[in-house]
Structure formats: structure tokens, C-alpha cells
């Protein structure tokens, strides 16, 4: 443009004079351009639009950069502030409430109806034919309100998944005289049992449930007999078996010993020694009522290589049991002190029971039995509703009436106080529950050798029994069996007395399953 090589005018008239003169126009940013400098504030807003414009991709910048570090502060106090921690907390209780809450809601489901339901599912009883063969049904027997069917061992059975010992129902028929000439051509080995403690009439009586009479060849003794599929077991108790009457031809021999106090293990080492000395001595298998703190080791002397006894069933929680020579056996009930066999006629579980529970103990010094005995006795409801007898000093034997009495608290009571006595395990508990009385364990360790653990054999066949680690928890204890309904302790009744005929069955099998592999060698 031929004005932009015309002298710069000084001011804008002169400017366009210019312009004029050539013939040419301008605008007028032009004009401005070359006129007169421009006011000030006009070159003020033009600076800073000029700066603002040069300011406008590093103010974008750093705002991104201010949003994204106030983004991250917001993410990183919402993943790990202390808010969101504690409220994660919570969140975790609550669960965890939820899922103990639904678990003893399920717990109580089962134990409601779970034995009315084993009850419905019993196995059909075949019903037995009479002579003229028609059908004869015997009657239903009714505990409370349900009806348990014909056959109520059945229900154990069904609850918990056994089948019955086949050998239990074998009856060998002496008298068939093809039977007998049968039997005789087959050398069938006789296992000689000598009790000479007392559990061997709790192994005679009660687990084998086999009878006894006099024996007209030893004085002063009774013997057994009974006939099992691969041997016969002959059972001899009483004072007249003493080493000088005992036959000698015995090549398989269960001996029953008393290895509780000094004088009691200086009786059995006087039989085992007798035994070591014959010209062929038994292979024997001992039975010992142990020691209450587990001290038991001069039996050691007498195990084979050392001595003739290759299996020892062993009484209390004894550390040395390995399931391959010595072996735990159960207490048992105090036949010392004459207690009976109870037979399920006497239990009658349909029937309440006057007392809540029973206490039937000696008072030994330093006890939990005394903290017991005083809440038992402070305790309003537990004073009136519980059957209470306690003796100071400890007495071997009981009168016919004492022993009565204490048969008669046990089947009228729901629940058999146990505390522990030497050793935690008692004849009470079996005791209560042959007469289908909920036992109550003190389950904790006593002084001594005996394994940490107490009542290992009895929890591992889960008995229906209630286990306290203090007596402070009777009271809740009490409290629930307030609430419980008449049909649920019927059925409770019921289920422990059978669960303790079961445990003798499962006791009884292995007593067999012992002598066939370790005696016999079979």
C-alpha cells in the first residue's frame, strides 16, 4: 500500500492529508495506528490482554494439575481415612453378628426338631409272626406327645448311622446234636477272662452282658461263658481265683487287674509274676483299672519282649496310649459299689422328673465340689428343684438303701452334676447316663501324668453330655432348662440312654476287634 511508505504523520490530521494527497484511503485501525499515541488505559487493557493471552496454556496447566491432586486427596481419604476405616469396621461386626446369629438360629432348629424328625425316619420294624403265623403288631409306645415306634434302639441307630453287632443276635444252638458234632471238629480257641478288679464285672455285665453261675469246680468263683464266631470267651470272677486254682492249659488269657493304690499293684505284679513262671505262658491281654494321675509305668516291665502281656487296656487318659499296645478303655459304672445293670423299662423318658439335676458327692478338700455345693445350696431356685447329697469322708461300699437311693435321684433327675474328683473321669457319668441323665463334665486337667486333654475316649464318640471348663456356668445352665419344653426333655432322655447302649456296642466291638488282632494274632 503506497501509504505505508508515506512519512508518518505526527498526528492523525496530517495522517490523512497524506493519505489524500496520494489518492488513497485508510481505515480506521489504521488511523489509529499512526495517529497520536493512544490513551492510557486503552494500552493498559491491550498489555494485559496480551499477557492474559500468553498466561492462558500455563494457567490451564497448573489447574489440571491442583484438580487432579484434590481428586486424589479425596480418593485416598475415602480408601484409608480413619472414617471409612472405622466404617469398614463396622461393617465387618455386623456381618460377623449376622452369620453367629443365622449359625445359633440353625443350632437351635436342630436341636428342636432334629429328634422329632430321626423319630419319623425310623426304619420299619418287620412285624413278628405268631405261632398260628398271622401277623402280631406289638403296641406303640408313646414318649409325651410323639410316638417313637416299636423298636426304640432303632431311633439311635437312625440318628446316628449304625448298624447293629452282628454277633450280638448269635445264638449257638449247644443242644442240636449235628450242630455240636459240627463245632467240635472245628478248633475253635477259648479265651480264658479272669476279673480281678472290678471293671471286669462292668466288661461282663454291662458291654457283653453275659451271665454268670457258680462254678462247681472252684470255690468261691462264678464263670460265663459266651460263644463268639471265631472263639469263646469264659469269664471267671470271685475270690476263689487265686493263681493256685486257675487251670494251667490257658494259652489265651484276658486278666482284669487293679493297678489304683500300692497294695492293688502289688496284687497284680504277684499274678503276672506267677504267670512269667509257668512252663508255657498265656499270651495275655490286660485289662488294668489305671492309676488316677496316670502312674502307671511298672506295667512297662511286664509288656512283651519284656514279659508275657501283649495288649493293655488302660483306664483314664493315659499318655501312653498308641493304639497298637495299649489302648483306652471307659471306666465304667462303680460295680465295686453293686450298681445295676438299668434296663430301659426303669428309664421311662416320657415320664417328668422331679428334680432338675442331682448332686450325690464326697467333699474333698481344695475342690470344686465345695464352691458347688455352696451355690447349690444359696441358689433359691437350684436349693428347691435339685436333689442334693454330700457327704464329708469317702466310703468304699453302699448299703442296699444308699445305693437305691442313688439309682433313684439319677432317673429322677434331667441333669447329673460331675465335678471332678482324683481324675476327671467318674463313674458318675456313665452312671447318669445309663439312667438317661444328661451328665454335666467338669472338663478340666487334674494333677498328675495324664494327658492334657481329659475325656478323650467319651468326645470322641460325641456323647450327648454337657461340658463346663467352671461351674460358674451352672447358672445358665439352669436357666435353659427352664425353658425347655416337656416333649424336648423326653426326647433328650431317650436319646441319652440310647446313645449310651450304642457306646457300649462300639466298646464291645472293639474289646472283640482287640483280641482277634493282638491275642489271636487274626
Not at 175 to 191: E, H, M, T
Request: charged letters at 25%; aromatic letters at 10%.
Amino acid at each position: 500500500m503506497k501509504l505505508m511508505n508515506a512519512p508518518i504523520a505526527a498526528d492523525g490530521r496530517r495522517l490523512l492529508n497524506a493519505a489524500t494527497a496520494v489518492g488513497e484511503s485508510i481505515t480506521t485501525r489504521e488511523f489509529l495506528k499512526f495517529s497520536s499515541p493512544a490513551p492510557a488505559y486503552i494500552m493498559k487493557q491491550r498489555k494485559e490482554r496480551q499477557r492474559r493471552n500468553s498466561m492462558e496454556p500455563l494457567l490451564e496447566e497448573e489447574t489440571v494439575k491442583k484438580v487432579n491432586v484434590k481428586y486424589d486427596k479425596l480418593e485416598k481419604q475415602k480408601q484409608g481415612g480413619p472414617g471409612m476405616v472405622l466404617r469398614r469396621i463396622l461393617l465387618g461386626m455386623c456381618l460377623i453378628q449376622f452369620a453367629i446369629t443365622a449359625y445359633l438360629a440353625l443350632c437351635i432348629y436342630n436341636s428342636a426338631y432334629s429328634s422329632v424328625k430321626g423319630v419319623k425316619n425310623v426304619p420299619q420294624i418287620k412285624a413278628q409272626r405268631s405261632k398260628d403265623g398271622t401277623d402280631r403288631k406289638q403296641p406303640a409306645k408313646k414318649y409325651g406327645e410323639f410316638d417313637i415306634g416299636e423298636n426304640q434302639a432303632a431311633i439311635v441307630m437312625a440318628q446316628q448311622d449304625v448298624k447293629p453287632h452282628v454277633v450280638r443276635d448269635i445264638e449257638v444252638k449247644w443242644n442240636d446234636a449235628a450242630q455240636a458234632k459240627l463245632l467240635a471238629s472245628v478248633d475253635i480257641p477259648v479265651v480264658e477272662v479272669w476279673g480281678k478288679a472290678a471293671i471286669g464285672s462292668y466288661l461282663w455285665q454291662h458291654i457283653l452282658e453275659g451271665e454268670e453261675s457258680l462254678d462247681e469246680t472252684m470255690p468261691g468263683a462264678t464263670v460265663g461263658e459266651l460263644r463268639m464266631p471265631a472263639f469263646v470267651l469264659r469269664y471267671r470272677s470271685g475270690p476263689g481265683v487265686i493263681p493256685e486254682t486257675v487251670p494251667r492249659d490257658v494259652k489265651y488269657l484276658v486278666l482284669v487287674v487293679n493297678g489304683r493304690t500300692p497294695e492293688k499293684i502289688k496284687d497284680a505284679k504277684q499274678w503276672l509274676n506267677d504267670l512269667k513262671m509257668w512252663d508255657m505262658p498265656p499270651e495275655i491281654m490286660l485289662i488294668m483299672l489305671g492309676n488316677e494321675k496316670c502312674d502307671n509305668e511298672w506295667v512297662l516291665n511286664y509288656v512283651s519282649p519284656k514279659g508275657p502281656v501283649v495288649t493293655v487296656l488302660l483306664t483314664y487318659d493315659d499318655p501312653r496310649v498308641d493304639q497298637k499296645t495299649f489302648y483306652q478303655w471307659p471306666l465304667g459304672v462303680a460295680t465295686y459299689r453293686q450298681f445295676p445293670v438299668i434296663e430301659e423299662e426303669q428309664v421311662s423318658p416320657e415320664a417328668p422328673r422331679k428334680y432338675v439335676c442331682n448332686l450325690r458327692v464326697t467333699l474333698h478338700p481344695n475342690s470344686s465340689r465345695i464352691a458347688l455345693h455352696k451355690f447349690l445350696k444359696n441358689d433359691a431356685y437350684a436349693s428347691n428343684n435339685c436333689f442334693i447329697s454330700v457327704r464329708e469322708k469317702w466310703l468304699p461300699n453302699e448299703t442296699p438303701e444308699s445305693m437305691n437311693e442313688y439309682v433313684w435321684s439319677l432317673l429322677q433327675s434331667d441333669l447329673t452334676l460331675s465335678p471332678a474328683g482324683m481324675n476327671t473321669e467318674t463313674y458318675r457319668v456313665y452312671e447318669s447316663m445309663s439312667a438317661g441323665s444328661t451328665p454335666v463334665i467338669e472338663d478340666v486337667a487334674t494333677p498328675g501324668h495324664c494327658d492334657t486333654s481329659p475325656w478323650r475316649l467319651l468326645k470322641k464318640h460325641g456323647p450327648p453330655a454337657i461340658f463346663v471348663k467352671s461351674w460358674e456356668q451352672l447358672p445358665k445352665i439352669l436357666a435353659k432348662e427352664r425353658r425347655f419344653s416337656k416333649q424336648y426333655k423326653a426326647l433328650r432322655r431317650l436319646r441319652v440312654f440310647q446313645w449310651y447302649e450304642w457306646f457300649k456296642l462300639k466298646m464291645r466291638d472293639r474289646f472283640i476287634s482287640i483280641i482277634s488282632s493282638n491275642l489271636l494274632h487274626g
